[in-house]
């Protein structure tokens, strides 16, 4: 039996028998069972470096990063979108108003009755985020109260994501995962929507924000603010 056979039988009887029919580490009978002892933590950071990382890889993934502190949030929120000329801004229900405190823009808030219409109408989205993983550069999004409907994020042709920081950030996937809610709705962004799929010439803006902007925050004395 190949490699192959021995995933796939897995897969099967995974699909048919439920969490009943394995046993530990989700092996059947006769097998050894499945170690998962992965690495969560890769080397020792301290947690400025781990922010320091995230910046460095969202950069890398051609997101726009700044970084404030919660008084000047509301000026760079606003510098931003008028740098954007932005005339309309989606924001979840749940966003903090003083985030917005200086948006010259019309703000238009997330509705369940809104069509995607009505969103490609919107310049620009603004939201939290859930956590922020450094290793990869990734912001994920699970539809809470500051982050909203998936499609103000996919729609929408600019985003800015706000990050608390150090406290939405973690250095690796493992340490993410605990974190999150399997049963939310996750949205995995690593940098601006792109492929390169055609002739490898590289399109921004195919599925999702063209723009990507993630604006980290950090509390006096490096103590950012937790939760999503």
Do not use: K
């Not at 921004?204 to 999503?228: D, I, K, N, S, Y």
């Amino acid at each position: 039996m190949s490699s192959r056979d021995v995933v796939l039988a897995r897969v099967r009887r995974a699909l048919s028998e439920g969490p009943r029919g394995g046993g530990p580490g989700g092996a059947g009978p006769g097998e050894p069972p499945l170690v998962r002892d992965y690495r969560r933590v890769h080397g020792v950071r301290t947690a400025a470096e781990t922010v320091d990382l995230l910046a460095e890889n969202l950069a890398d993934y051609r997101a726009l990063v700044h970084r404030s502190d919660a008084a000047g949030l509301p000026a760079l929120i606003g510098r931003l979108l008028a740098e954007r000329g932005a005339r309309r801004v989606v924001v979840p229900r749940g966003l903090e108003p003083g985030w917005l405190a200086e948006v010259g823009a019309e703000v238009v808030e997330d509705r369940a009755e809104q069509t995607a219409r009505e969103l490609d109408a919107v310049d620009s989205a603004v939201t939290g985020c859930a956590l922020a993983i450094a290793e990869t550069g990734t912001l994920v999004l699970d539809g809470g109260p500051d982050q909203g409907r998936r499609r103000i994020t996919l729609v929408p042709d600019h985003h800015v994501c706000v990050v608390r920081a150090p406290g939405q950030v973690v250095g690796s996937v493992p340490e993410a995962l605990p974190r999150l809610v399997p049963g939310r709705p996750l949205t995995w962004i690593s940098g601006p929507s792109a492929t390169s799929d055609i002739e490898l010439d590289r399109v921004e803006g195919v599925h999702g924000p063209r723009t990507l902007e993630v604006v980290l925050v950090e509390a006096a004395g490096g103590e950012g603010a937790g939760g999503g």
